[in-house]
């Protein structure tokens, strides 16, 4: 007598399946998109190997429609403008985070709720302004209100401004991802609130603030118009921070919109491209270190 399936196999099998299809979807999906990414890197750095020698980064432009010059003064300019953007960004995102999450999320009272929601619709508000906002706000207030003129000072105020959004609302994802039982076991133990914070809570989101700076500095590194108006764009070295430059990316603007030599823009593209993966494996190497480091 032959035995038909019954329901039950069916529906096990019709859900296997559609498991299957799922899968077989998002690896198509991940492989799609590492191919896209693979085939941009590797175009940019195909067609500017050739124009990469010593000379290429030991000397600065020297302007004009042929593009002549390396791209030393940029890389001096875009290391510089990184870090003064993150001094001023990174404490005070990171100091916005922990009070919304730990001290306004944590009390019951109206007036603290009702500030934490106007505090998260603004940062949700601003994360989504266009950046060349952000560098007419800067041109208006630090180029122009405060006589900062087109510097290094300007820029990365202005470039604060820009990735203030990204490092809260990272930081405080991963505040929010520290299980609580952390912090009742610390408290639990006779910590106070801040030394909870400081020796618990921080440790444990550590890699999760790393990833709000790596966003924050892949986004100065690749940013354009928020410094086409603040920085000035000049070719030369900075001396100060009160000193006009030019940074890698606005750098390939000028090279690719202002000159003929589209080869030597490809070449500061690929070394850009290679600046932010080698900034990335350092940063998150740094953290993991530090992280276990602090947990130990």
Not at 27 to 53: D, E, F, H, N, R
Not at 70 to 84: E, P, R
Not at 206 to 226: F, K, Q
Not at 271 to 279: G, H, P, S
Request: glycine share 10%; aromatic share 10%.
């Amino acid at each position: 007598m032959r035995r038909y399936p019954s329901a039950g196999s069916w529906r096990m099998a019709l859900r296997k399946a559609g498991q299957g299809s799922a899968f077989s979807l998002f690896w198509m999906a991940g492989i799609a998109a590492t191919a896209v990414m693979l085939a941009v890197v590797g175009y940019v750095v195909v067609k500017g190997a050739p124009q990469l020698s010593p000379d290429f980064f030991t000397t600065s432009p020297r302007g004009g429609l042929s593009g002549e010059g390396g791209i030393a003064s940029t890389i001096v300019t875009t290391f510089y403008l990184v870090l003064m953007t993150l001094l001023v960004a990174a404490p005070l995102g990171v100091c916005a985070a922990i009070y919304m999450v730990e001290y306004a999320g944590a009390t019951r009272s109206h007036l603290a709720v009702g500030f934490l929601r106007v505090a998260r619709f603004g940062v949700e508000t601003l994360a989504g302004i266009p950046s060349i906002i952000f560098g007419l706000f800067g041109y208006a207030l630090f180029v122009t209100a405060l006589h900062f003129g087109f510097s290094l000072l300007s820029a990365s105020l202005a470039g604060a401004c820009l990735i203030l959004p990204v490092v809260i609302r990272t930081a405080e994802e991963a505040l929010k991802a520290v299980p609580a039982g952390y912090r009742e076991a610390s408290l639990s133990l006779g910590a106070n609130r801040w030394e909870t914070i400081r020796k618990v809570v921080l440790p444990s989101a550590l890699p999760g603030l790393t990833t709000g700076l790596i966003l924050g500095v892949g986004r100065v590194l690749s940013e354009t118009a928020v410094f086409y108006v603040t920085l000035g764009g000049s070719y030369r070295t900075p001396t100060s921070i009160l000193s006009s430059g030019r940074t890698m990316a606005l750098h390939v603007y000028y090279l690719a919109m202002e000159t003929r030599a589209f080869e030597k823009a490809m070449a500061t593209g690929a070394v850009l491209i290679l600046l932010i993966i080698a900034v990335n494996l350092a940063i998150n190497m740094v953290s993991r270190r530090l992280s276990a480091s602090m947990r130990g």
